[in-house]
């Protein structure tokens, strides 16, 4: 067993808000690092000791390897938890982790070097026996491949990136004419993005669902699953809501989903918390798209229905402690949903909403969970992720979590900038969501500007309100002291009554 007295938190945000809440609750010692803008952020002021890395940009901060190694010396960290997004599926930051002596919160360098590269990981699963896409599993090295291999599967094709994931990269390829030219731009795309050019082919999967399944293993070969999430809900590769169980399963595609991601796993000596992730046909066909070598941002859906806390078990995997359940022991209970609270304009486009949060009141009663990391007065910039918060609800049944939803995203009190938060109700609305019955494609398809219908800015009107009542108490006062001519101390801004 290893020792983890201290961690530092290499990220920013609700993330890192998260993982010190159960540090604390693991009565582990917390170390913050934040950037220049993010000196007053809610995750530096939770931690117990936090350490500037200068900077603005992500680069000059949260991306800069060596600076974070410097504040883990500093602050005589003896573990590292990289969040999600980030340095937390860089193998090479994963190894000079290990290399100064500091534990990597997440999987083996190796696991995560193999997943990182597609071509390896589609090689890896082809090898262990798990259903693929159709394609290849090296990179091409001519178009008369691309050619030849795009006929054998048939149209549509989808180029992707080797170092790619998560949609960078790809493209669809529809016939015989236009594959040259997409070989080439994909190519050229991939080495603007990744610094690396390798792509390679998979037949294209028409109207799929996105799911995935939440894996935990420990270095003693315990492996199980912790069941399945629907993702489907996403626009531009971002997610928007997701849920657990899929509404999209029966009993026997969740044996085999479950079973299959628990072998992916093993096929690279998993060990901590991570995510295969999968498409699934209408004949509920589905076939292994990639695997996430980290904590998601989506899990406390999977915590919601399971009740294990995986950032826990992300610890006590990294002090090399047994997982002290089985597979039995894990049972869904009832079902959860997230949506993802982001400083984006639905209305526009979602383009990137800026400003600073004049007040927020969080949602809370039964069911109802806030991952937040922003606070009250805090500037929200373009300089990172729009996402604020999580707004996740759980219930006996998916009826019952969609209700608790829409009433959590109407106390949801955020005012100062645009947020999604009227779109997922549009979406907790949608016949389509009600009905479980949704694809990838479900924003593109139903979602439309005009649709929103809660876009009176309420939060706005009560700001306005708060400031009339302000002035108005104000005038009152001041009256009333003119004409009593008080001798009290009291005054207009005071809360003490006279
Ligand atoms: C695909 C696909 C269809 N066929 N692969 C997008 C994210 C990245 N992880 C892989 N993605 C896709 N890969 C094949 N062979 C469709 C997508 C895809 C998608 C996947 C999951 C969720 C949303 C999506 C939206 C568009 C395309």
Request: glycine share 6%; proline share 5%; aromatic share 6%.
């Amino acid at each position: 067993m290893r020792n983890i007295q201290t961690v530092l938190i290499a990220n920013r945000g609700e993330i890192a808000v998260r993982i010190i809440r159960t540090c604390k609750s693991l009565g582990i010692k917390t170390v913050a690092v934040y950037s220049e803008p993010d000196k007053t952020a809610p995750h530096v002021l939770l931690a117990d000791i936090a350490i500037p890395l200068g900077g603005v940009t992500s680069s000059e901060s949260y991306l800069n390897m060596e600076k974070l190694l410097d504040a883990c010396r500093k602050s005589g960290a003896d573990a590292l938890h990289p969040g999600y997004g980030f340095l937390s599926e860089n193998a090479v930051f994963a190894q000079f982790c290990k290399d100064n002596d500091v534990i990597f919160i997440g999987p083996p360098v190796d696991s995560i070097r193999v997943m990182g590269d597609k071509t390896e990981a589609r090689k890896l699963m082809e090898k262990t026996g798990v259903p693929l896409p159709p394609g290849t599993t090296t990179a091409l090295s001519s178009v008369t491949e691309a050619e030849k291999t795009a006929t054998q599967i048939g149209y549509p094709v989808l180029i992707k990136a080797a170092a790619g994931g998560g949609g960078k990269g790809m493209r669809i390829v529809s016939s015989a004419e236009k594959i040259r030219d997409a070989v080439v731009a994909a190519q050229s795309e991939a080495k603007n993005a990744f610094g690396d050019e390798r792509v390679y082919i998979e037949k294209y999967l028409e109207e799929p669902r996105h799911i995935e399944v939440q894996i935990l293993a420990d270095e003693h070969g315990n492996v199980v699953h912790l069941f399945d999430r629907e993702c489907s809900i996403q626009r531009r590769h971002q997610k928007v809501v997701e849920e657990a169980p899929s509404p999209f399963l029966d009993d026997n595609m969740r044996t085999n989903i479950t079973a299959t991601a628990v072998e992916v796993a093993r096929s690279c000596n998993y060990v901590g918390a991570g995510t295969v992730e999968f498409l699934a046909d209408r004949h509920k066909n589905f076939y292994f798209l990639e695997m996430n070598t980290r904590l998601q941002v989506e899990h406390p859906v999977t915590e919601m229905i399971t009740g294990y806390d995986l950032v826990e078990w992300q610890l006590r995997v990294a002090r090399g402690e047994k997982l002290s359940f089985n597979q039995n022991d894990i049972q869904i209970e009832g079902h959860a949903i997230e949506c993802r609270i982001c400083a984006e304009d639905p209305e526009e486009n979602f383009l990137p909403s800026t400003g600073t949060i004049h007040r927020q009141n969080l949602p809370s009663g039964p069911g109802v969970r806030v991952d937040s990391g922003v606070r009250q007065g805090q500037t929200i910039t373009i300089n990172y992720d729009p996402l604020m918060a999580k707004l996740i609800t759980h219930a006996k049944s998916r009826e019952k979590a969609i209700e608790r939803m829409k009433a959590a995203l109407n106390e949801y009190q955020l005012s100062g900038l645009r947020t999604t938060i009227p779109f997922c109700n549009f979406v907790m609305r949608h016949p389509s969501f009600v009905n479980g019955l949704y694809d990838t494609h479900f924003v593109k398809d139903h979602f439309e500007p005009h649709l929103i219908t809660d876009n009176i800015d309420y939060n706005h009107i009560c700001d306005i309100a708060a400031v009339l009542s302000l002035v108005d108490t104000r005038a009152t006062n001041i009256a009333s002291e003119n004409s009593t001519n008080s001798n009290t101390s009291s005054t207009w801004w005071s809360n003490r009554r006279p």
